[in-house]
């Protein structure tokens, strides 16, 4: 028991030891001795700013506003109201009116003789020599052959000429001129019923089929004819059956919506003779005058493809027979048309010709030499690469372009 006593006891006298440590060691540490007052004013420093484990100030209680008393700023006087545009329905392109047909070719005549020209008054020059001797004659022959006229119908134009010339006696320039249009004409040929045929006898549309070989702006003609045939009153519904050639369709369909005649059309890569029965089909029911129907251009080498044209034509026929089959030649391929336009009258019956970029060649004479070969008509002409360009082929205004004023 004492011993206990006595270790409370030590224990009470370390802790006061410990306490009186801690006192006196207070009582050293003194504050520094204030500053002296000074005549220059003493600047603030800005409060520092607050640091990472700094405590956060005490909030103050203040009174706080519902939703409901918030007022909202009104808007200033001068700024007007935002108000919404209302949504405007773009109205339908307007449709345009194709030039008319007649006496196109005539208006376009100017256009013809400029590249014309060189044969015409070549031929002129070389009649206008005193002395018309073999070698004049011999390039006379040459003018015509180089035209792309042909070596029968050649030698038959230098024939007659020599026999007239030699008749004639003295040549007035006039009377040369007047001599070489009445050849001319008679070469071309004026007995040729040359009108596109779109009508049949039962009511029904006439059935117009376009073919050619690649590259002679096949689609391009067929929807520069609609414009021919809308401009003569006429209604009109293409048939899209180039499924071979990207963006065909499309392209027929732009001409077609420009002056309000619709398109059959069907997939990239279908069946074309599907799409052609589709066509006349659709003509039929809308009781439209025409029915055009655009096939995709072929090499007149691909047996393949030729037959499947020819099934194009034969499927169409289920309805009724087809009133035009117009092959479109380019003109600037002189003698190499020839060869193609052979071999598509040999699949399908052609009826017509249309010869483009007239305007870009000297060898007019192409026009008689492609009647020569497939004995049909040149029924349309195209002169550029305008709209209205297309024009329906006139013998009188197209030996008249040749010949010059």
Known sequence: MEILILAVVIALVAVGAISGLVVSSRKKKQLPPPEAPSSTPTITAPPAEPRVGDEA??????????????DLPEPAADTPAAVEDP?????APALEVPEPTAGRLVRLRARLARSQNSLGKGLLTLLSREHLDEDTWEEIEDTLLTADVGVA?????????????????????????????????????????REVKTGSPDDAPGVVMVVGVNGTGKTTTT???????????????????????????????????????????????????????DAVKEGIADEADVVLVDTAGRLHTKTGLMDELGKVKRVV?????????????????????????????EVVDITGIVLTKL???AKGGIVVAV????????KLVGLGEGADDLAPFEPEAFVDALIGE
């Open 57 to 70: 100030e005490t909030p103050r209680d203040e009174p706080r506003r519902t939703i409901e008393e918030v």
């Open 87 to 91: 949504v405007v329905a773009e109205p």
């Open 153 to 193: 119908p050649t030698q038959e134009l230098v024939d007659r000429l020599r026999e007239r010339v030699k008749v004639l006696g003295t040549r007035t320039p006039d009377e040369l001129r007047t001599l070489l249009r009445e050849e001319l004409l008679a070469l071309v040929g004026t007995d040729f019923d």
């Open 223 to 277: 929807g520069k004819l609609a414009r021919v045939l809308v401009a003569d009153g006429k209604t009109v519904i293409l048939g899209a059956a180039d499924t071979f050639r990207a963006a065909a369709a499309d392209q027929l369909q732009t001409w077609g919506e420009r002056v309000g005649a619709r398109t059959v059309r069907g997939p990239e890569g279908g069946d074309p003779a599907s799409i052609a029965f």
């Open 317 to 345: 026929e289920k309805h009724k027979p087809l009133d035009e089959v117009l092959l479109v030649l380019d003109a600037t391929t002189g003698q190499n048309g020839l060869v193609q336009a052979r071999v598509f009258a």
């Open 359 to 361: 305007d870009g060649t």
């Open 371 to 378: 009647q020569r070969e497939l004995g049909v008509p040149v």
